[in-house]
């Protein structure tokens, strides 16, 4: 009885749509990238104005590494902020197609349990009717 469950559950989804990805996503690991390629680069600029490699001052590219270190996390908060919505929903529609899938193994599970109800009537009678106890 466990495999019939089983197989409902893991059965692949009937009519419904695949999960997609939201059109926003590849702007935001676009963005992602990109902050972290300058990350990066302001990185190599900071350590060759510390070495005195590259002209200038070296709060520029120090500046522009922290604004870069806050700028990944608060990205990736919004991008989570604005995908909360659309996975709520898709885990609903799984929750609710489960149950539906489950409620049928109740079903088909309820008139096996009942036929072998029947059987052990028919069993009980049998016996009776051998003249056994």
Known sequence: MEEVADRAVNAPERGGSPLRRPRWWAAAVLAQRACLVAQLAFLGWLVAAIAGLVGGAWWVPTTLLVAGWFTGPAL???????????????????????????????????AVLAELARYRQVRERYVVAAGGV
């Not at 919505?85 to 609710?96: D, I, K, N, T, V």
């Not at 489960?98 to 049928?104: A, D, G, I």
């Open 76 to 110: 990736a908060r919004l991008c989570a902020w604005a995908a909360r919505g659309p996975a709520r929903q898709h885990g609903e529609e799984a929750e609710r197609q489960l149950r539906e899938r489950v409620t049928e193994c109740g079903r088909v599970l309820e």
